[in-house]
């Protein structure tokens, strides 16, 4: 069994994450997919369920034991991998970088999560054009705070010119802009940033494209 395993669903914001995480720190694992659409859900499998009981990717595994929630992994990794660091070890830059993930975390990708946007269609009567305009909004609002937020601290990256956690976020996060026809216009430094992680392996190899269980065509 490999050290760390990693379940995760190729087009899953939050395992891309960790996965950029994971690249960056060197640390190979064992990728164990988990579809979220088909037959039914395998995140509500109940083997899956005793892993991660609010039935999401990603899950890590290190050595047998179980975490969820990417923010715990990566902070978790931080630990078990100092180099190259994620996060800043003075407190203030350190608070900053956490505050440019949350609005990410608690700002935008909850609001646009597959069971959330479920329940819009079963007790609201959401179509999909409905959801697409209520998941564009979360996504305008919070990466417009994102990119003023990050601005007077950014350099090649959100935080100087080396990657940190929020640049973990954010690049999932874009992904999922695009898929949902959000307007990068609006946001031309995080187009920026998100271009130079791209000319990264460690976050080329994290796509979702470049993912065991993508389709063909992802
Ligand atoms: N805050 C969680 C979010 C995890 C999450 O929302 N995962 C989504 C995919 S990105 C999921 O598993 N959704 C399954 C569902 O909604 O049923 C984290 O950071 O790990």
Redesign the pocket.
């Given at each position: 069994m490999a050290d760390l395993i990693l379940y995760s669903?190729f087009r899953?914001?939050?395992?891309h994450?960790v996965r950029i995480a994971l690249n960056l720190k060197g640390l190979p694992y064992e990728y164990k997919a988990v579809h979220?659409l088909n037959n039914g859900?395998e995140?509500n499998r109940d083997d899956y369920t005793q892993l991660n009981p609010l039935?999401?990717?990603?899950t890590l595994i290190h050595k047998g034991r179980a975490i969820?929630?990417?923010?715990a992994i990566l902070d978790y990794l931080e630990w078990l991998e100092p180099a190259p660091a994620l996060f800043p070890k003075e407190p203030y830059a350190r608070a900053l970088v956490l505050q440019a993930c949350e609005i990410i975390?608690s700002g935008i990708?909850?609001l646009g999560?597959?069971?959330v946007v479920n329940e819009l269609e079963k007790r609201a009567g959401f179509d999909q054009a409905k959801k697409n305009e209520w998941i564009q909004h979360w996504i305008h609002k919070g990466l417009t705070a994102f990119e003023s937020m990050i601005r007077p601290h950014a350099g090649r990256f959100c935080f100087g010119d080396g990657p940190t956690a929020a640049d973990c976020f954010l690049v999932p996060q874009v992904f999922g802009a695009i898929r949902f026809g959000a307007d990068l216009g609006r946001v031309p430094l995080l187009a920026e940033i998100h271009e130079t992680c791209m000319g990264l392996k460690a976050f080329a190899n994290a796509a979702p494209g470049a993912q065991p269980d993508a389709p063909q065509s992802a």
């Amino acid at each position: 069994m490999a050290d760390l395993i990693l379940y995760s669903y190729f087009r899953s914001s939050a395992s891309h994450r960790v996965r950029i995480a994971l690249n960056l720190k060197g640390l190979p694992y064992e990728y164990k997919a988990v579809h979220l659409l088909n037959n039914g859900g395998e995140q509500n499998r109940d083997d899956y369920t005793q892993l991660n009981p609010l039935r999401q990717v990603p899950t890590l595994i290190h050595k047998g034991r179980a975490i969820g929630q990417s923010m715990a992994i990566l902070d978790y990794l931080e630990w078990l991998e100092p180099a190259p660091a994620l996060f800043p070890k003075e407190p203030y830059a350190r608070a900053l970088v956490l505050q440019a993930c949350e609005i990410i975390n608690s700002g935008i990708q909850p609001l646009g999560n597959l069971s959330v946007v479920n329940e819009l269609e079963k007790r609201a009567g959401f179509d999909q054009a409905k959801k697409n305009e209520w998941i564009q909004h979360w996504i305008h609002k919070g990466l417009t705070a994102f990119e003023s937020m990050i601005r007077p601290h950014a350099g090649r990256f959100c935080f100087g010119d080396g990657p940190t956690a929020a640049d973990c976020f954010l690049v999932p996060q874009v992904f999922g802009a695009i898929r949902f026809g959000a307007d990068l216009g609006r946001v031309p430094l995080l187009a920026e940033i998100h271009e130079t992680c791209m000319g990264l392996k460690a976050f080329a190899n994290a796509a979702p494209g470049a993912q065991p269980d993508a389709p063909q065509s992802a």
